[in-house]
């Protein structure tokens, strides 16, 4: 019983990291620019297809072909791969804000969401003109041979999974703290006219917001690839728990969104383990009893408006 538990639990990180990466760029997004991208699962989808394109690429093959038929790319062409595919997702995100966002930001009413949610149906239909609805078996940079440790076993790729979306968490906290971007992004956050003010470019710092906020769901489409396959609908359910797990920990507050995205996958893992048709049903009803006590989240704080 130990060793499955153990095993739950490792599972569920190496998932949650997908998940906190996501809730990480949504409370990115929102903080900066007040706004959603409710695309963001279509953005995981994309994510995970651009690298599997840019791999076969680089193997010689053509661009709308969904199989390497037993072809391993090396380590090199997992890299140049997952550079083309941030690149491109952040490219994306600049498409989004610049067309379906800063046209209606600071409007009545919630267009963006509409925009946003209409983007997604047309990248995800785009999509499925190149690549088809069939899901694409990705290979893994580090193999698929399971490590067995003390009676429990784990895919490499899990690993790579957890501890790429770890360094990612502390880079982006120490860029927040430390630097003077992560300075100009808490202004803007805190208050866009008075940052405004004081000669921060605000219009530049929403567009990074959303730059930044793609590419991590970029990348986490890139990793969670060789561990779910890869698909163009997988990314809905994942949006959707980092959504969720985002909600948890409270979109103010990146720390909270990523605690909440990890807690989410392992929560999910463990109900997995019990019984799997109650997974969905457990996962979203504890974020429906947190928002019911606690409406920012577990560690959000309270908005306050002066008149």
């Not at 359910?237 to 605690?259: D, E």
């Amino acid at each position: 019983m130990t060793e499955a538990l153990l095993q739950a639990l490792i599972s569920g990180l190496a998932v949650g990291g997908a998940y906190a990466l996501v809730a990480l760029g949504f409370s990115v997004t929102f903080t900066t620019t007040k706004t959603l991208n409710f695309a963001h699962g279509e953005f995981v989808s994309a994510g995970a297809f651009i690298g599997m394109s840019a791999l076969l690429l680089i193997l010689g093959k053509p661009l709308t072909s969904t199989t390497f038929a037993g072809v391993v790319p090396g380590v090199g062409a997992q890299i140049l791969a997952l550079m083309a595919a941030l690149v491109a997702m952040g490219a994306l995100g600049w498409l989004l804000y610049v067309l379906g966002v800063r046209p209606f930001a600071g409007q009545p009413g919630m267009s963006w969401v509409m925009s946003t949610l209409g983007f997604g149906v047309v990248l995800e239909s785009v999509g499925l003109a190149i690549w088809g609805p069939k899901p694409v078996v990705v290979p893994s940079p580090v193999g698929d041979s399971v490590i067995r440790v003390l009676g429990i076993g784990v895919r490499p790729q899990e690993i790579l999974m957890l501890g790429v979306a770890v360094i990612v968490m502390i880079a982006f906290d120490l860029v927040m703290r430390k630097t003077m971007v992560g300075k100009m992004m808490r202004a803007v956050a805190a208050n866009g006219n008075v940052a405004s003010l004081m000669g921060i470019n605000t219009g530049a710092v929403m567009v990074g917001a959303f730059v930044v906020s793609s590419a991590l769901a970029g990348l986490s489409g890139f990793l969670i690839a060789p561990i779910a396959q890869a698909s163009l609908f997988m990314g809905v359910t994942i949006g959707l728990k980092g959504f969720s797990g985002a909600m948890i920990g409270g979109l103010t507050n990146p720390r909270g969104c990523v605690i909440g995205g990890f807690a989410l996958g392992v929560i999910e893992s463990m109900v997995n383990l019990w019984q799997a048709q109650w997974r969905e049903i457990a996962v979203f009803a504890i974020v429906i009893l947190v928002l019911a006590f606690r409406p920012t989240g577990l560690f959000g704080s309270r908005l306050v408006e002066k008149v």
